[in-house]
């Protein structure tokens, strides 16, 4: 698959001396589904401006479709729809209108059943002659992506499409990114909700204080950085970990009811069969075991950690 | 040139001035009526003429030009302050338009406005004084580049206000006085010799002035002053646009 969104040391520094962005190298295919997660300030946004022309960047060159974004900028934008992660919305002006203004601008003419098709995909037909300021928040939020599909871009730009929004949108959203994948859109969507990267991603990239850590396929990813847990729960609690366990690195519950195990399935081995035989060796008798697969939250709360350390 | 996406700002700017076409149509009229009955005929009856001209008709020029300039400023002030207020100015930034397109959107929409307030002045004016135009391909070239010029002047204001209340203070601080002192309800020939000379550094004098001629052919400047006075606030008005369109000023960091 090409490349349809790529950056070569592109990097911002604000006036006043603030390195939004360090020079990123970064090479998004076609039809892909990115999910850039950080937490707030990390440089995110700043990412999404400077490529669809809100911010201009300070070095460094980004490419969309093949076309520099600074100096083909009108062939990079046409490929490029952007959903803000702010309501901005003209209140007094009605949903069509609104729509057709965004399609005005990107240079089309009129096609009344595209836009009708945008609409209704997202619900939004019904309202088309309500004004805008009559629409509940999440309707708004609609809008803001029917705006963006206007011009049938390539390339969709959501940034935290779904914060403060309602579980119902969430997953209509999650389904409107599958359908547009289908269609072989190009999405790059930012988040810190990570479920949401985990549901709909192929690829998480995680920015951190302007700063690319890391990009990989998410089920790689998962594989790779998840740790799996063996909690044994004990029938009889204990005060500390028996000695002849030293060996395992076992973390003992507050109430000294349970052990907890870390393995890596992808190591050489678990080390779980040992682990049981000394258990039984030590006198130890279980209740019950439970094992369990680390979140994407885990894996990226323990990055961002590592990388404040 | 993405002629497409001008015309979607034009007819959106014109839309909101329709929208409220009654005020926008009627306060204007209501207005003029109001000078008429104060200046014309309450206080114009106990003057004679001035420059040969009855006083009702000698102050429909200076009339035009002051809801000219206030109406073309605060139009295309509004016009790009509120995209950026609403934060729909990304809508602008991130959409394949230079910054022309954008300048042509809003100040042609200006523009326009002030250019039929301006008209509808005229017409009112023209119900209650007699009026003659001497020149009128001067005077619609003047009306003109006026509207034009200061609609470009509003939109500087515009993307420079970072409050509304730096969106009214141009207008409010520098334009009012400066037309009000400007002649329009009064031949700077009227002033003591040493306020005339005063009245000389004020640049809204020559523009008055030069559409005084076109209506009665007398003036207090040299209409050829007149002219180069407004071709070199547009000129100025466009190096500043120009300046901003380089660096992005206030809009895109």
């Known amino acids: 698959m090409p490349a349809i969104v790529e950056t070569r040391g592109l990097t911002k520094v604000y006036e006043d001396g603030t390195e939004a962005l360090k020079p990123l190298d970064l090479s998004i295919e076609e039809g892909e589904i990115l999910a850039l997660l950080g937490p707030n300030g990390a440089g995110k946004t700043t990412l999404i401006s400077m490529l669809c022309g809100l911010v201009s960047p300070s070095g460094g060159q980004a490419l969309v479709g093949g076309h520099d974004i600074v100096a083909s900028y009108r062939q990079a934008r046409r490929m490029i729809g952007l959903v803000p992660q702010e309501i901005a919305l003209e209140p007094f002006q009605k949903v069509w209108d609104s729509v057709r203004f965004t399609r005005g601008l990107f240079g089309l003419k009129r096609d009344d059943a595209h836009l ?60 409107m990114v599958e359908e547009l994948r289908r ?86 081995g678990t080390g779980i069969t040992a682990l049981l035989q000394d258990l039984a060796r030590e006198g130890l008798a279980l209740r019950d075991i439970h094992t369990r697969q680390s979140s994407l939250e885990e894996i990226f709360v323990d990055l961002v950690k590592g990388e404040a350390q | 040139m993405n002629w497409q996406a001008v015309w979607a700002i034009y007819t959106y700017e014109m839309r909101r001035f329709i929208r409220t076409f009654a005020q926008s149509f009627l306060s204007p009229v209501l207005s003029t009526s109001l000078y008429f009955v104060v200046f014309g005929t309450a206080i114009g009856s106990r003057i004679d003429q001035v420059e040969g001209v009855s006083y009702g008709a000698f102050i429909v020029p200076g009339l035009i030009m002051l809801s000219v300039m206030t109406q073309g400023i605060s ?37 326009t406005k002030a250019l039929f307030i301006g008209l509808v002045i005229l017409g ?16 619609l070239a003047f009306l003109l580049l006026t509207c034009l010029s200061f609609a470009l002047f509003g939109f500087i204001i515009g993307i420079w206000a970072q409050n509304f209340e730096q969106l009214q203070l141009i207008p409010l601080l ?35 002035s030069g559409f005084r001629w076109a209506f009665f052919g007398a003036a207090d400047v040299p209409v050829g002053i007149s002219l180069m006075a407004i071709c070199g606030f547009l000129a100025l008005c466009l190096l500043v646009i120009g300046w901003i369109f380089r660096t992005g000023y206030r809009i895109k960091p």
């Open chain 2, 174 to 208: 520098v334009v009012t006085p400066l037309v009000f002192l400007g002649g329009a309800f009064y031949s700077i020939s009227m002033l003591p010799p040493a306020w005339q000379t005063v009245t000389y550094f004020n640049p809204v004098v020559y523009l008055i």
């Open chain 1, 183 to 268: 269609d072989g859109v190009t999405i790059i969507l930012t988040t810190h909700y990570i479920e949401e990267a985990e549901a709909i991603a192929d690829r998480v990239g995680v920015i951190s204080k302007g700063e690319l850590l890391l990009i990989e396929e998410k089920d790689a990813l998962m594989v790779r950085m998840g740790r799996k847990t063996l909690r044994i729960d004990l029938r009889a609690p204990v005060r500390a970990v028996p000695d002849g366990l030293a060996r395992y690195d076992l973390e003992l519950a507050a109430d000294g009811e349970s052990l907890s195990y870390h393995y890596d399935t992808m190591g050489e």
């Open chain 1, 116 to 175: 009708e098709a945008v609409l209704r995909q997202l619900s939004l037909w019904d309202k088309r002659n309500n004004r805008v300021v009559e629409l509940s928040g999440g309707m708004k939020r609609r809008v803001l992506i029917a705006k963006a599909l206007s011009h049938r871009p390539r390339v969709l730009f959501l940034d935290e499409p779904t914060a403060g929004v309602d579980v119902d949108l969430r997953r209509d959203m999650w389904e």
């Open chain 2, 75 to 111: 139009n295309a002030s509004f016009g790009i302050y509120f995209p950026k207020f609403i934060g729909t100015i990304y809508e602008l930034l991130s959409a394949p338009v230079n910054f022309l397109e954008i300048v042509l959107g809003y100040v042609g929409a200006a523009a």
């Open chain 2, 124 to 139: 009112t004016a023209s119900l209650f004084v007699d009026l003659t135009v001497m020149h009128p391909g001067a005077m």
